[in-house]
């Protein structure tokens, strides 16, 4: 237990702005792409856009200057297999120019996902567009998803849903269409993602999500550079969410308060976690007995990020 408090204080650091400025705009990106995708807002609208560079045969984000693989787990079964997916997803894109690439992410299964995830890759040149698709689709019917554009593939296609984060599929766009036109004819999905991709829909909505994360941390730089203790930073992650919300993003909350506190203070069980291609992910959680990181007090139920209920209201 001391270890994973440890762990988490470790990770905390991560985000101080005593780090260079490189930390700062991770957690600008990570703000800005956490309000979208968490955010009470449409299936097309949660959609969080991210671009990423090819380096002497790496895929690097150049918002952290890090390779996207540098961060892969390989604890559980779905680390694995979520690994082994992403790691074959950006070798086809690095392998193939103006490729474009499909890997589903069923909920539930393996995971303990809530909700599915379409990701797409688009090489041009030698930048890779990246769009993580929330989707309502059940597993099987994901998979379905995923048969109808393989008839524009030569990927093998599993029979289980769970085997689909393991293998992304590749896609033949016939010279001269669309590749968003053409999606939205052959693979409809539960929104209309496809049509707002089209128009660079999430791109405009990441900008402004942006900007409002960056004032939001300016304004809480002071805050970051006094908080030395988990509980200040839990305190900071709920101005974080009470200021974004002020500029008018509204969260769906299914996690503990504050899914930022979650974000901020690393955990893995939080409400809400990061799978392997960086998206948030709604996940099933539960009450448990321990003590409260904001009022101290011992032996009571407390969230995933070990906020009892009392306090919880209050942040
Ligand atoms: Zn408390």
Known sequence: MAVC???????????????????????????????????????????NPRKF???????????????????????????????????????????????????????????????GRVNIGVRKRDDIEFYGIPTK???????????????????KIPNKPDFLRLNPIPIFIPNNENIWKFLENIAPLDSNAWQ???????????????KDAELTVKSAAYLFTEAKTPRDFVLIGAYVERNMQRLGWELDKAGCPGVFNSELLGSDNSGFTKDVFGNTRETTWEYHTGSCLVCGTSNIPVGPCKICKICEKKL
């Not at 400025?21 to 956490?34: M, N, P, S, T, Y």
């Not at 689709?137 to 990927?155: G, H, T």
């Open 5 to 47: 408090e440890q762990e988490k204080v470790l990770d905390i650091s991560l985000y101080t702005p005593l780090l260079p400025d490189v930390r700062k705009q991770v957690l600008v990106e990570d703000i800005a792409g956490l309000v979208l995708e968490a955010g009470k807002l449409s299936l097309e609208e949660r959609i």
């Open 137 to 155: 689709l059940n597993p099987e019917e994901l998979l379905d998803f995923v048969l109808r554009v393989s008839e524009f593939s030569d990927a």
């Open 53 to 115: 560079k090819i380096k002497n045969g790496h895929v690097i984000d150049p918002k952290s200057g890090k390779e996207v693989t540098e961060e892969l787990k390989w604890e559980s079964t779905l680390d694995i297999v979520e690994g082994m997916g992403m790691i074959n997803f950006y070798n086809y894109l690095v392998d193939h120019e103006d490729s474009v690439v499909i890997c589903a992410s069923p909920s539930e299964g393996i995971s303990p996902y809530i909700e």
């Open 196 to 210: 707002a991709i089209f128009e660079g829909k999430p791109w405009e909505m990441k900008a402004r999500s942006e």
